[in-house]
């Protein structure tokens, strides 16, 4: 294989667009059409058309699927530029082709998390004044203005980091890229000259050390858990156990994405010699490790929660665990390590395709677990004297919708940007090219 | 009673039993001693406010390192002791002396001790820093600014909800937006039915307000009052998340009383921010303790008052400035200690008197000022039907009932 071959494989999605895409695209519209509409019809009668209620006597929960789905949404993100960091500082190669799908990833769910924030709120209209012109006070105390934030910084590392990236390859292959994003490849090249390469290499390089540390620190192993285990009055959320639980969450949630994601490229454009069986038995590694993680640290709360709690901290603990929506996520989770133990014994149970399977049952399991945690936490507070407590909630439609609509957001922004510049970066068909070369 | 009051007062048997409360304080008992009988000359008309201070200002600093009142001029002394927080210290001295419910014990205390270190922020004796420590918020003992709270009688609560209608009248409410909450709850092993009245506690060290994105959620300088400003609030629900005591009622949907029909003089306190009545669409509502009626927005004769305490038959709900011993909150405690005494006589070491006292969910570190007479429900307390029901008030209790209409293609629970 010649590396113009390998170029025109990564150029392929920008210049073949087949009559899926276009089928695709309808769907993916139709479902963010549904989520528009909801959300319009929220913003006209009020957060009413949620199944969302005040805790106490008012008998529900003040917190359901939105906040369960915005913390999935960022833990999908969060992984993804891990991944893609872990490659450039600990030169794990074998993963450089999905690292730009991983840093896609990340914008993509940050973005659609930010726009959870916004859905969730009763005067969204008011986010920018009443954040901004408080934020030199409320940063001191508020963990919302704390993620919000660390999310505004990682999201601006991650576009920085993307945006040096593409500029080597954009330079590359520009003769070969549609003439009507000329414009935007022109800003996005601006003043580059070769001797950048290896400055650029160093920043990204930085970036990438900037990412790790702040990931789990403080992002989804810090600001993320903190909005719940920092409130002492909920028992199913105060506790230090929650930053580890949360990023053990995210990781799993984000490998589960990106070999999802990863796979969707592979089939549309015969990718597998470039993401190959090796990627994504070693993706499907590493989600078995992320799992074991999760699995481990939910096992520290059920045994904390169930061996000789106080009163609240049990209520909720036996309230979770009989929960079924409880037993399906781990239930999964305890599938896809058996899939994962059973394919390092015998490799013949490996498949790109049961490693999809279990990508997705886990990102449901994960999304399941999170609504689960918000909901059950705000329904067994330690003041409990309330007769309508525990509260009940069954997310609405328009609620649902929601999810639906994130989901093709995401979707829509993966057809979109594959088509402006390659999703995978030609350092790494550059890289296979080379490796091809040794003896 | 003998034409002289002091006559009465400064008998051997009261120095003897002043020597022995300053003895166990870390101050000059002399010093103490001779204020106090300066004070009481002082009640008695024989000294001036000025005097009393020019002749102690020297010692009180040698003892004490800080003595922080304006000396020299009289009328400094004078200005310096009608003071920031309300009556000076002549009329406070003259209202111990003459109050009727007060004991000859409580007497000693404000006479011997806390009369000698009036103006000092500094308690005189370890009981009497006990006491101030129990009556006031923990955190604020230094704070003589105002505080508005409440002492809650549960004992005289009779279940009627009337506080709860008035409240839901005052603020225009919504069905179900219970700011004022009054449960019935059983013990076990108790036939008795007990009564927790529940307003916002308007802690000191409020959660919501420290977990609140905006600053929508703040207190009130002037006089300690937690309020949402309804034109900041984004109606993120954090505060609600935040509070232990579950007070916050977000306003779901259009409330139930248009704007135009709110009285303009109960929405905008006296600093023009929107913080009284019912909130709007889409932001936090919660009680307020009534901001405007302690603006004097709805005449003086409302300032210090609320509306579930004026509807209170059973005159269990007594609002008031808790930093203030004079004010009803820690009038109404005095009074309930003095009627049921400890027999000391006997039992020397035991607390002077036999009332239970509580704050809510204290280990919370959230300082309420809300204090409660009466038992705290304990952890297997259950909520039961009261005497009055919600919907026999034309209330509702569980809110979710009147959301779940408003729910698009939920399942009603």
């Known amino acids: ?439 | 009673m003998s034409d002289d009051p002091l006559e009465e007062l400064h008998t051997d048997e009261w120095e003897a039993e002043m020597e022995s409360v300053l003895e166990e304080t870390e101050y000059d008992t002399e010093l103490g001693l001779e204020m106090a009988k300066d004070a009481q000359r002082l009640v008695a008309g024989d000294l001036s406010e000025a005097e009393f201070y020019e002749r102690y200002h020297g010692a009180v600093v040698e003892e004490f390192g800080v003595d922080d009142r304006p000396v020299g001029t009289e009328e400094g002394v004078v200005e310096a002791m009608r003071g920031h927080d309300g009556p000076g210290l002549l009329q406070r001295l003259a209202d111990a002396e003459t109050a009727d419910d007060v004991d000859r014990r409580e007497l000693l205390k404000k006479f011997g001790a806390g009369a000698a270190f009036l103006g000092l922020g500094a308690a005189a004796t370890k009981e009497a820093s006990e006491e101030a420590a129990a009556a006031t918020p923990t955190g604020s003992e230094d704070d003589d600014g105002t505080q508005w709270g409440m002492v809650i009688d549960l004992n005289k609560c009779d279940g009627c909800l009337a506080c709860v209608t008035a409240c839901q009248q005052e603020n225009n409410t919504s069905t179900g937006a219970n700011w004022m909450y009054v449960f019935t709850y059983e013990e076990p092993n108790q036939e008795t039915q007990n009564f927790l009245v529940r307003p916002c506690q308007h802690c000191t060290n409020a959660p919501c307000e420290k977990v609140c994105p905006t600053t929508a959620r703040h207190t009130r300088s002037k006089d300690g009052l937690v309020l949402t400003d309804y034109d900041v609030c984004i109606g993120c629900r954090y505060c609600q998340v935040a509070c232990p005591y579950g007070v916050n009622y977000f306003q779901w949907g259009e409330p139930d009383t248009p704007g135009s029909e709110l009285d303009e003089n109960h929405v905008y306190d006296e600093r023009d921010r929107r913080v009284d009545s019912r909130p709007p669409k889409g932001v936090m509502g919660k009680c307020t303790m009534c901001p405007s009626r302690q603006d004097g927005k709805m005449g003086e004769e409302q300032v210090g008052t609320t509306a579930c305490e004026q509807a209170c038959a059973m005159d269990a709900i007594h609002f008031g400035d808790m930093n203030d011993p004079d004010d009803d909150p820690q009038q109404h405690l005095e009074r309930v200690r003095n009627e049921q005494p400890n027999d000391l006589d006997t039992y020397p070491n035991r607390p002077t008197n036999t009332v239970s006292t509580f704050r809510l969910l204290e280990e919370f570190g959230t300082d309420p000022n809300v204090v409660y007479v009466g038992n705290e429900p304990s952890e297997e307390a259950e909520q039961v039907e009261g005497p009055v029901t919600y919907e026999d008030i034309g209330e509702v209790d569980r809110r979710k009932e009147v959301l779940d209409d408003g729910t698009f293609g939920g399942v009603r629970s």
């Open chain 1, 1 to 439: 294989m010649s590396t113009d071959a390998s170029e025109a494989d990564i150029l392929r999605p920008i210049q073949r667009t087949s009559r899926q895409y276009y089928v695709l695209l309808g769907a993916v519209l139709v479902a963010i059409g549904l989520f528009v509409a909801a959300w319009s019809y929220q913003l006209y009668h009020g957060m009413v058309v949620t199944g969302l209620a005040d805790w106490g006597s008012g008998g529900g929960v003040t917190w359901g699927l939105y906040i369960g789905a915005f913390i999935w949404w960022v833990g999908i993100a969060h992984g993804g530029i891990i991944l893609s960091a872990a490659v450039r500082l600990f030169g794990m190669k074998r993963y450089q082709p999905v690292a730009r799908l991983a840093e896609l990833l990340t914008i993509a769910g940050l973005s659609v998390a930010g726009i959870y924030i916004v859905v969730h709120v009763g005067r969204p209209d008011r986010i920018v004044t009443s954040i901004l012109l408080n934020y030199h006070e409320t940063i001191h105390s508020s963990p919302l203005v704390w993620d919000v934030t660390v999310i505004t910084l990682y999201f601006v590392m991650t576009a920085t980091y993307l945006g040096l990236t593409l500029r080597y390859d954009v330079t590359r292959l520009r003769g070969e890229l549609p003439e009507r994003f000329e414009p935007l490849y022109r800003l996005m090249t601006i003043g580059y000259t070769e001797r950048e390469d290896e400055i650029v290499e160093r920043m990204v390089w930085w970036l990438a050390l900037g990412i790790i540390v702040l990931a789990p620190l403080l992002l989804h192993g810090g600001v993320i858990p903190w909005l719940f285990a920092l409130i002492p009055s909920m028992p199913g959320w105060f506790g230090a156990v929650q930053g580890p639980q949360f990023l053990s969450i995210a990781l799993t949630s984000a490998i589960s994405g990106v070999i999802v994601a990863a796979y969707a490229f592979r089939r549309t454009y015969d990718w597998a010699h470039i993401l190959s069986d090796d990627v994504f038995r070693g993706l499907t590694l590493w989600l078995g490790l992320f799992g074991l993680l999760f699995l481990w640290l939910q096992l520290q709360q059920v045994i904390g929660g169930v061996y000789a709690p106080s009163n609240d901290l049990g209520a909720v603990t036996s309230a979770m665990v009989t929960h079924p929506a409880y037993v399906y996520a781990i239930g999964m989770m305890v599938l896809t390590l058996a899939y994962v133990f059973a394919q390092a014994l015998d490799p013949t149970v490996f498949s790109p395709l049961r490693s999809v399977i279990a990508g997705v049952a886990v990102l449901t399991a994960t999304l399941v677990e999170k609504v689960l945690f918000v909901v059950e936490g705000l329904m067994y507070p330690t003041f409990d004297l309330y007769a309508s407590i525990p509260g009940d909630y069954v997310p609405s439609l328009v609620e649902l919708a929601s999810v639906v609509g994130t989901v093709g957001i995401v979707v829509l922004f993966f057809m979109v940007v594959a088509k402006v510049v390659p999703v995978i970066e030609l350092h790494a068909v550059e890289a296979e090219h080379e490796t091809e070369a040794e003896p």
